[in-house]
């Protein structure tokens, strides 16, 4: 249960972030939170390609600069995504977000790295004084996403839907160093807004 200690903490910290963000300047700030489906993409690897992950994304977003039919963004998410019998796994990211809006459509295009804290649930082991030592179940990588999203605008709420490439590294160096995911996001934003003093 350590992976859910983890994403509880992790939440938290997002949750305090969107309450102190009159301290940076920022009035109205967009919550986003959806379902997450995701499905590892390499192709050698049939016992899991076919598999899909079910999990949950939380983020929120800050505007940087724009025009009337144009907007870029920076985003900060959360995406937390397990496969019942092989792993689960906790990504922060964040990505710069070109947005092109369309009366109340808005299309975004995103790229950003992000970190993984990947929890395998088979055991590993490795070679220590002759002898083999049970691995940790965690492990750090590096991500890197890319992504592709249709909003619509609907006063405070924004549901929208977003397909992701998602690449993460190091994976296995003697076969491929890189491991693909496919993610489907489905949820919505509301924007909570602050007075100012």
């Known amino acids: 249960m350590r992976i859910f200690s983890i994403v509880t903490k992790t939440a938290i910290v997002l949750i305090l972030h969107f309450y102190s963000v009159k301290g940076i300047g920022q009035i109205k700030t967009p919550i986003k939170a959806g379902l997450l489906f995701e499905q590892i993409s390499l192709p050698h690897l049939t016992n899991y390609k076919d598999h899909l992950g079910l999990g949950f994304t939380l983020g929120t977003e800050f505007h940087c600069a724009g ?61 220590v004084n002759g002898g083999y030592e049970k691995m940790s179940s965690l492990q750090n990588k590096l991500v890197g996403t890319g992504s592709i999203a249709i909003s619509y605008v609907k006063g405070a709420v924004k549901p929208y839907l977003s397909y992701s490439l998602m690449v993460e590294t190091p994976f296995i160096n003697s076969s491929s160093s890189v491991l693909p995911h496919q993610l489907v996001e489905l949820g919505l934003y509301y924007t909570l807004s602050f007075k100012k003093k």
């Open 67 to 127: 025009k009337k039919s144009t907007e870029y963004k920076q985003t900060i998410d959360i995406y937390y995504f397990y496969h019942s019998h092989y792993s689960s796994s906790l990504v922060l990211s964040s990505q710069f977000d070109f947005r092109l809006k369309a009366r109340k459509f808005l299309f975004d295009v995103k790229i950003g790295p992000g970190y993984m804290l990947f929890s395998n649930y088979s055991p590993g082991y490795k070679l």
